[in-house]
């Protein structure tokens, strides 16, 4: 085998190496493209619940605070009335 066949035979090599690699590469680059369409969707429902976490305790602690105002109002009655008898 001579040198200018061998050469051609190198060449050959190194384009099947370079699509393979490329071919490699594209189906690397979907799998990372599908990887952050799904990353992204579950931070979107991460998201969504954590809204719904934040809205439920607002609620709670705006019905803790009645509920509070409603208790200091009965302590402030109850001293009042041992205030009168004591």
């Known amino acids: 085998m001579g040198w ?3 050469i051609i ?5 190194l ?11 594209g189906n690397a ?3 990372n493209e599908e ?7 579950q931070y979107r429902v991460l998201a969504a619940d954590y809204e ?5 305790t ?3 602690a705006t019905a803790m605070q009645a509920d509070l105002a409603k208790m200091r ?9 041992m205030r009168e008898v004591g």
Not at 9 to 13: A, D, E, R, S, T
Not at 35 to 41: D, L, P, Q, V
Not at 52 to 56: I, R, V
């Open 15 to 25: 384009g099947v190496v370079a699509l393979l690699s490329t071919i490699v590469a």
């Open 35 to 41: 990887a952050k369409g799904k990353n992204g969707e």
């Open 52 to 56: 719904t976490l934040a809205k439920e």
């Open 29 to 31: 680059s979907v799998a």
């Open 73 to 81: 109002e009965k302590v402030d009655s109850i001293e009042q009335m």
């Open 58 to 60: 607002r609620d709670a």
């Open 4 to 6: 200018p066949v061998a």
């Open 9 to 13: 035979v190198i060449i050959v090599i």
